[in-house]
């Protein structure tokens, strides 16, 4: 079971192609300024994503900062826009996985995930999408839940910086999984 709010990739069948980067998490607030902690962590996501496209010769337009809401809490968002014509799963498979899921630069971070991380991924940070009528439509998969006969794990993650408090992260990452654990509590009562 998944709940992202991250489009990876929309292609429609008029050659028009979208993203976003998203990145960067707090507690949903009044419009105030993002810290910089975030911001960093969001320029990484932006820049890959442009870059990774320019690689492709997809020139890309990126929109104004936004505030995304997702449950109690906000990321920040530049949606990103091209025109291109071509197979959309090529585009997907050079996005994918940003930075918001892995981390920079790419090939150590999934290097250090290898070595470190005690537990499989499984579903987590993949995509998923569909292709109907209107085109091609792929999510990050974020925020998604293993089950098996007894028990869940839930997945989510943390944008950590060299400017990251873990007691912050811990904290953002709690309120990532609220959304899928407030579903899966719901359908248990």
Known sequence: MGASPELLLECDNAGNLSTMSLAGTRMKSSNAAWDDKNREEHDYVTRYIVDKLSSLGINATVGCAENVGYGAIEHLCHRITARYAGNPFIVADTLSPTPA??????????????LNERHPRRCYGGYVGMTDSRGTHIFVNLRCVHFDESRYCIYAGGGITAKSESATEWDETSAKSQVLL????????
């Open 182 to 189: 407030n579903a899966i509590n719901q359908s248990l009562s």
């Open 101 to 114: 899921l892995a981390g920079t630069p790419l090939d150590k971070a999934l290097n250090d995930i290898t």
